[in-house]
């Protein structure tokens, strides 16, 4: 995996978690751009996220579909500091990414067998659509690079199994809110 894939994976978390600093304490419990799911929901889908990746990085078994895509509440994996499990789980799966380990391959349904490197690429996109969902649900700026939205559209159109969004036209004035309104459409 390049250095430049690891900087990238590490710019995608940073903005999610300004997002997530950004949340006021009594907003978690409020709904996010993910239908059903509240801000609290979305942040403890991510921290999952973290978890899991942590997981197939130590090549250990991790049985927990509590915060998986379309789960009913993943805010449960978020406790009462979501911002602070958040960093937490960062921390723990950073650690873990080891050249060795992103060779590991892994099993996703809806992808196949995949290195775990690839699913770097994939949590980019994640980290990045629900920074979308959390400041657009509760009215916040978020302003992502171009450069990290070019790479998620390049990966969701390749992942894409919709043929829509693989013939949608992008508007170039607006390439941010197009991404996120369209590529990752509730």
Same mark, same amino acid.
């Given at each position: 995996?390049?250095?430049?894939?690891?900087?990238?994976?590490?710019?995608?978390?940073?903005?999610?978690?300004?997002?997530?600093?950004?949340?006021?304490?009594?907003?978690?419990?409020?709904?996010? *751009?993910? *239908?059903?799911?509240?801000?609290?929901?979305?942040?403890?889908?991510?921290?999952?996220?973290?978890?899991?990746?942590?997981?197939?990085? +130590?090549?250990?078994?991790?049985?927990?579909?509590?915060?998986?895509?379309? *789960?009913? &509440?993943?805010?449960?994996?978020?406790?009462?500091?979501?911002?602070?499990?958040?960093?937490?789980?960062?921390?723990?799966?950073?650690?873990?990414?080891?050249?060795?380990?992103?060779?590991?391959?892994? +099993?996703?349904?809806?992808?196949?067998?995949?290195?775990?490197?690839?699913?770097?690429?994939?949590?980019?996109?994640?980290?990045?659509?629900?920074?979308?969902?959390?400041? &657009?649900?509760?009215?916040? *700026?978020?302003?992502?690079?171009?450069?990290?939205?070019?790479?998620?559209?390049?990966?969701?159109?390749?992942?894409?199994?919709?043929?829509?969004?693989?013939?949608?036209?992008?508007?170039?004035?607006?390439?941010?809110?197009?991404?996120?309104?369209?590529?990752?459409?509730?």
């Amino acid at each position: 995996m390049s250095a430049d894939t690891m900087t990238t994976y590490q710019r995608s978390q940073d903005h999610f978690d300004a997002v997530m600093a950004a949340v006021p304490a009594d907003r978690w419990d409020a709904p996010s *751009a993910c *239908a059903l799911w509240t801000i609290r929901d979305v942040a403890g889908h991510v921290i999952w996220g973290q978890d899991q990746m942590r997981h197939w990085a +130590t090549a250990e078994d991790y049985p927990h579909p509590e915060g998986a895509p379309g *789960a009913p &509440h993943p805010g449960d994996l978020a406790r009462d500091d979501p911002v602070a499990t958040w960093r937490t789980a960062r921390a723990a799966c950073s650690g873990t990414l080891t050249d060795d380990a992103l060779t590991r391959t892994v +099993t996703i349904i809806g992808l196949g067998e995949t290195p775990l490197a690839s699913i770097v690429t994939l949590l980019v996109t994640d980290h990045l659509a629900h920074a979308w969902d959390i400041s &657009h649900a509760l009215g916040l *700026a978020v302003d992502i690079d171009a450069d990290l939205i070019a790479g998620s559209l390049a990966w969701a159109w390749a992942q894409a199994r919709e043929p829509a969004i693989r013939s949608a036209s992008m508007s170039t004035a607006r390439p941010r809110a197009w991404l996120m309104s369209q590529a990752w459409a509730r």
